[in-house]
C-alpha cells in the first residue's frame, strides 16, 4: 500500500509563507495525479491543488495565484508551496490522489495563520 506523510505546517503570520510537503512510498505515486486538501473546524474537506504525472496543474480559485503545487518523483514527495497566506487558509491540509484516493486520510499537517 501507498504511505503518504504530510509535513511543513506551523503558525504564520498574514502575508507569510510555507511549504508543504508530502513524502509518499510506492511507486504508483511516481505517476498518479495527487491533489493537496484542506479542511477548516466545521467545514467539508475540499481540494485547492492537484498535479498531474506530468506536471500539469489546476487550482480551486480561493488559492490560485498564491499556492503553487509542484512534485519530484525521484523523491516520491509532492510539495505546495503557499505565499501570502490569509487567515482564511487556516486549516488542516492532507495530500492523496485525485480524483482516485491512494491512501487513508492521515493527520495532515495544521496551518494556522494568525497575527
Known amino acids: 500500500q501507498v504511505h503518504l506523510v504530510e509535513s511543513g505546517g506551523g503558525l504564520v503570520q498574514p502575508g507569510g509563507s510555507l511549504r508543504l510537503s508530502c513524502a509518499a512510498s510506492g511507486t504508483i505515486f511516481s505517476i498518479n495525479p495527487m491533489g493537496w486538501y484542506r479542511q477548516a473546524p466545521g467545514k467539508q474537506r475540499e481540494l485547492v491543488a492537484r498535479i498531474s504525472g506530468g506536471g500539469s496543474t489546476s487550482y480551486a480559485d480561493a488559492v490560485k495565484g498564491r499556492f503553487t503545487i509542484s512534485r519530484d518523483n525521484a523523491k516520491n514527495t509532492v510539495y505546495l508551496q503557499m505565499n501570502n497566506l490569509k487567515p482564511e487558509d487556516t486549516a488542516v491540509y492532507y495530500c492523496?490522489?485525485?480524483?482516485?484516493?491512494?491512501?487513508?486520510w492521515g493527520q495532515g499537517t495544521q496551518v494556522t495563520v494568525s497575527s
Open positions: 492523496n490522489g485525485w480524483p482516485m484516493t491512494i491512501a487513508g
